[in-house]
Each structure stands twice: as structure tokens, then as C-alpha cells.
């Protein structure tokens, strides 16, 4: 087996999910990907192989400069998803879909860096990787991950806060609320 074929079964798994995670969508995560791990044989041989993947691949969905539109793309097929969802549907399955929608709103409410540094660090990669990949010092990844896990409770909390609001105000004019 070659580097580059090697570097492809070792990291393009993680990467896609980081990606598909990162974007929303798994086809956008996929093209990607791809370009990454184009980049990375044009490139050559680096220190730190997984670290620079994810920098690559954060830098392109950057430079593309499309996220906000794919973004509100997603969000929009997850709220007509969750409308066509059919009344005999379980309501744990609703629940759910509602609490993973909730869960992505929040996560998209936090800033850029602290959405990436949990993304990487769910994805499995170490305080230094993060620390390469989003050009932090080592020592401040541990500060920047709990700053934002607290932040991400407090978008959820807000996120909850606000269905609650929509749902208590729908239920004085009568109306089903959208979640």
C-alpha cells in the first residue's frame, strides 16, 4: 500500500464525518474531502498528517465562502422534514428530530472557533491537532473547548427558551407553532 492510498484509509472516514458534521451535507463533506486529499498529494509529505487535513479541509469550506447558503439550504430541509413528519409518527421520533434540530441550531449559533474545536475534538483529534488545524496555541485548547461547551448549553438553553415562547403563544391564538 502507498502513502497516498494508506493516507486515504486512515483519514478520509473522520475527515468526511468532521466535514458532514462541519456542513450539514454529506455530498458537499464528500467534494470536500476529495480536494483535501487532492491537495495533500500535490502537497507532500507533513509533520502532522491529520492535523493538516483538517486545516485543508477548514480553509476550503472557508475560501468557498458557500456555508451560509448551504447552511440555510439544510435548515430549511430539516424544517420541512420535520413538518411532513406524519401525526401516527411515535412521539419519541418527534422528540428526537426536535432535540437534533435544537442541538444544530445551537451548535450553529456558536462562533466559528468554537464550533470547530468541538467538531475536531468529537471527531477524536488531540488538544495539539486542534491547536494546529485552528492555528491556536496547545496550551489554550483546553480553555477554548470549555469556553465553548458552556456556550453550546447556553445557545440550547436558548434554543429551548424560545421553542417554549413560540409553543405558549401558539397555544393562546390557537395555532400549531413551527419548531
Known amino acids: 500500500m502507498d502513502d497516498a492510498e494508506r493516507l486515504f484509509r486512515t483519514y478520509h472516514g473522520p475527515l468526511v464525518r468532521y466535514l458532514t458534521r462541519r456542513l450539514g451535507d454529506r455530498d458537499w463533506a464528500e467534494e470536500v474531502a476529495q480536494e483535501t486529499f487532492l491537495r495533500a498529494l500535490r502537497h507532500g509529505p507533513v509533520g502532522s498528517e491529520r492535523a493538516w487535513l483538517f486545516a485543508v479541509a477548514t480553509n476550503l469550506v472557508r475560501d468557498e465562502g458557500r456555508r451560509a447558503s448551504r447552511q440555510r439550504r439544510h435548515l430549511e430541509l430539516l424544517a420541512s422534514e420535520a413538518r411532513a413528519v406524519p401525526t401516527e409518527a411515535p412521539v419519541s421520533t418527534v422528540e428526537r428530530a426536535q432535540d437534533a434540530a435544537l442541538a444544530r441550531r445551537a451548535v450553529e449559533?456558536?462562533?466559528?472557533?468554537?464550533?470547530?474545536?468541538?467538531?475536531?475534538?468529537?471527531?477524536?483529534?488531540?488538544?495539539?491537532?486542534?491547536?494546529?488545524?485552528?492555528?491556536?496555541?496547545?496550551?489554550?485548547?483546553?480553555?477554548?473547548?470549555?469556553?465553548?461547551?458552556?456556550?453550546?448549553?447556553?445557545?440550547?438553553?436558548?434554543?429551548?427558551?424560545?421553542?417554549a415562547e413560540r409553543e405558549r403563544t401558539a397555544a393562546r391564538v390557537g395555532a400549531t407553532p413551527d419548531r
Not at 121 to 141: C, H, Q
Not at 142 to 148: D, H, N, V, Y
Open 109 to 163: 449559533r456558536l462562533a466559528e472557533r468554537d464550533r470547530l474545536a468541538l467538531l475536531m475534538r468529537e471527531e477524536g483529534l488531540d488538544y495539539d491537532e486542534i491547536a494546529e488545524a485552528l492555528y491556536l496555541s496547545p496550551r489554550s485548547v483546553g480553555t477554548t473547548l470549555a469556553r465553548a461547551r458552556r456556550r453550546l448549553a447556553e445557545a440550547y438553553d436558548a434554543e429551548c427558551a424560545a421553542v
